[in-house]
């Protein structure tokens, strides 16, 4: 198993350039936040495949699940904190930036949100004492769970990017 992390390493081991390291800022290569992408990439292969079936043949989430979907959620929260202390590469200079108000504005323009919308819990947040408001919302928790296959589009948009460094 470390050989197929060794070998994405060694994917992400083209660094480019870099400016002043300030604190805080995990390398985007680093080999550590590598693992991290690959079980970010294993959980939302694991949603792309078991969300839409269970949404099509199961009406309703036992215990388990609601503790799987509750540690996914976990994941991608920690996932968007990363994001925030993750550099960046600047697409014309290719240098790296370590700068946390660039990285910010950078992730806040682009994949916070649907980040956000995909971890809130919207199906936990209905008042169960209404019914009928329960009942009519129930397909707004269901597509939310789709909203997490959103996630799915930026990890092929960073493996597109990573294969445009290495070339």
């Given amino acids: 198993m470390e050989n197929v992390f060794d070998d994405f390493t060694r994917f992400y081991a083209e660094t ?27 959980i939302v292969f694991f949603i792309l495949i078991f969300v839409p079936y269970r949404l099509a043949f199961t009406d309703f989430d036992p ?10 959620d976990i994941c991608f ?5 990363l994001s925030f202390l993750t550099s960046l590469t600047d697409p014309v200079t290719h240098l790296e930036i370590t700068d946390h108000k660039i990285i910010a504005k950078d992730y806040l323009k682009s994949w916070f949100f649907l980040d956000v919308l995909s971890i809130i819990p919207i199906d936990l947040l209905l008042d169960e004492k209404n019914l009928n408001t329960v009942i009519r ?30 070339n």
Avoid at 28 to 41: A, G
Avoid at 63 to 72: K, L, N, Q, T
Avoid at 77 to 81: R, T
């Fill in 63 to 72: 215990p388990r699940w609601v503790i799987i979907y509750a540690i996914i």
């Fill in 137 to 166: 919302f129930v397909r707004i928790g269901k597509m939310q769970k789709l909203i997490k296959l959103v996630r799915l589009v930026r990890l092929f948009k960073i493996m597109k990017k990573k294969d445009a460094m290495m």
């Fill in 77 to 81: 929260l920690v996932d968007i904190i």
């Fill in 16 to 42: 480019a350039k870099t400016r002043k390291i300030e604190r805080c800022i995990i390398m985007q290569n680093h080999k550590h936040k590598v693992k991290w992408d690959i079980l970010i990439m294993i």
